[in-house]
Structures are given as structure tokens and as C-alpha cells.
């Protein structure tokens, strides 16, 4: 079977193992299905934006172009560093979008994959953000009013 278009996130669901397929156009390849078998990629020298669908040169923050990437809230410099995150102090570059994403409880936690990782991610995202990283083992060490 050939699939085309661009590809996204790939996404995980756990039942009694972890699922995962990755969207390639308007179609989900189930990745499960593949374990052990030979597949083919070809790229065809086209990018474009997730957001508005532009084609262009380089992608930015997780498939972005770069006007895309300095004005969504998604792609603000807090989506990597939630450290840096001031929508609690009412500053955000939508703050309709952080009080859906960043004011919302978040866990910070441990998951083991290739090793130890420290991480904070929002309540909705527990166990996705394990499964997003490959870990093995994921345990929530404390539970935050916001992202930061």
C-alpha cells in the first residue's frame, strides 16, 4: 500500500500495549503492523507549514514555518522551557490558548527511556508524554496549579 502527503506526529494509544500510527496525509499508517517488515520512504523535496500549510524551505518548532513559528502561542519559547512560561503573570501570546494549555494542572515526573528523564507535562497528557518518549516507566513526583 503507497501513502502520500505530509507526514505528522506520529501517535501513540495504549490498550494493553502501546499502538502506534503515524498520519501521512489524511490516512494513519498503522506502525504495529510494520514491526519486522522491510518498508520504503521517498521524499519528495516538499515541506510545509502544519499550521497554515505554506510550503517552504525549513521547518520550525515541531513543523512550522518560520512566520507560523514567532506568532502561534504553541510555539512559544515555554512549548520547550516550561520554566520560562509567564502566562500565570497574565502574559502570553494568546491567552485564550494558555488558559486552555498552560494554566491547567501539570504533572512534573519521571520516565525511563534511553535513560532518566525529568519532565513536566499537562494532566491530559499523562500517559501520552511517557508514550511520545518510548519510556518504559513513567511516575509522577508532584502536581502544579500551571505549566510553570
Known amino acids: ?23 501521512i496525509g489524511n490516512q494513519k499508517l498503522d506502525m504495529n503492523s510494520l514491526i519486522g517488515k522491510e518498508i520504503e520512504l521517498s521524499f519528495d523535496s516538499e515541506i510545509n507549514c502544519v499550521n497554515c500549510g505554506k510550503r517552504t524551505r ?8 518560520y512566520p507560523c513559528m514567532i506568532k502561534l502561542p504553541q510555539t512559544d519559547v515555554c ?4 520554566e520560562l ?33 525529568v519532565g513536566v507535562t499537562r494532566e491530559s497528557q499523562i500517559p ?9 516507566k513513567g511516575i509522577i513526583l508532584a502536581k502544579t496549579p500551571n505549566r510553570n
Do not use: F
Not at 512549548?79 to 516550561?82: G, K
Open 85 to 117: 512560561c509567564m502566562a500565570n503573570e497574565g502574559v502570553s501570546r494568546d491567552m485564550d490558548w494558555a488558559e486552555n494549555n498552560c494554566l491547567k494542572p501539570h504533572y512534573v515526573y519521571l520516565a525511563i527511556s534511553s535513560g532518566l528523564k
Open 128 to 136: 501520552i508524554r511517557w508514550i511520545d518518549q518510548g519510556a518504559i
Open 58 to 65: 525549513k521547518s520550525y518548532a515541531q513543523g512550522h514555518c
Open 79 to 82: 512549548i520547550m522551557r516550561p
Open 1 to 23: 500500500m503507497t501513502y502520500t502527503g505530509n507526514i505528522q506526529k506520529m501517535e501513540g494509544k495504549l490498550t494493553n500495549v502501546v499502538n502506534y500510527y503515524l498520519p
